[in-house]
């Protein structure tokens, strides 16, 4: 028996077409959340408890307290970057609207 073919390309082939800022936003997406996975995971452990956070090479041993402040601080970053990537692809589109219309605000 013969399966039956799909009329949408594979997903190997979707992916192959994105261009540098869809794989840049894909991996923006994927960092915030792993941010948000970790934040998480550290809000599960209590707070008398050490974690080991890696910055560089090394591992350094922190509270929970401080270490959920530095992924937080890393997700709003993350999350300001996937933004202003965001901005920027639709900018085109406002100014030139802005240009035909002359609307201001």
Known sequence: MAA???SSPPLSASISKLTPL???ELHLLKEVKGHEVAISELNSISSSRAVYQKSGNIFFRKSVKSAI???QKQLDLAKAQLEKQNAAKFLPFDVTL????????
């Open 98 to 105: 802005q240009e035909q219309t002359g609307y201001d605000g």
């Open 69 to 71: 402040a530095v992924e």
């Open 4 to 6: 039956a073919s799909s």
């Open 22 to 24: 869809d794989e840049q």
